[in-house]
């Protein structure tokens, strides 16, 4: 059974994200993704339990160093 891959993506440059979606669909990765900017936003989307989360390094309202410590 073929199970999509839950991707939080913590960006806030969309584009950034569109390309990383054209690289999971060039693979044939199913998937479903929400972005998100900070760290109210991320907290929720936490909720969610994704199986997978890329972060941008900095941003300017949060950071991955921010998000490791959520």
């Not at 669909?25 to 994704?50: C, K, M, S």
Request: hydrophobic share 40%; proline share 4%; net charge negative.
């Amino acid at each position: 059974m073929k199970k999509n891959l839950k991707i939080l993506a913590v960006e806030d440059n969309e584009y950034d994200v569109e390309l990383c979606c054209l690289t999971l669909t060039e693979y044939g990765i199913e998937y479903q993704l929400e972005r998100v900017e900070d760290e109210l936003r991320f907290r929720e989307a936490l909720q969610n339990q994704p199986d997978i989360i890329l972060c941008d390094y900095t941003m300017p309202r949060f950071s991955a160093p921010a998000a490791l410590n959520v």
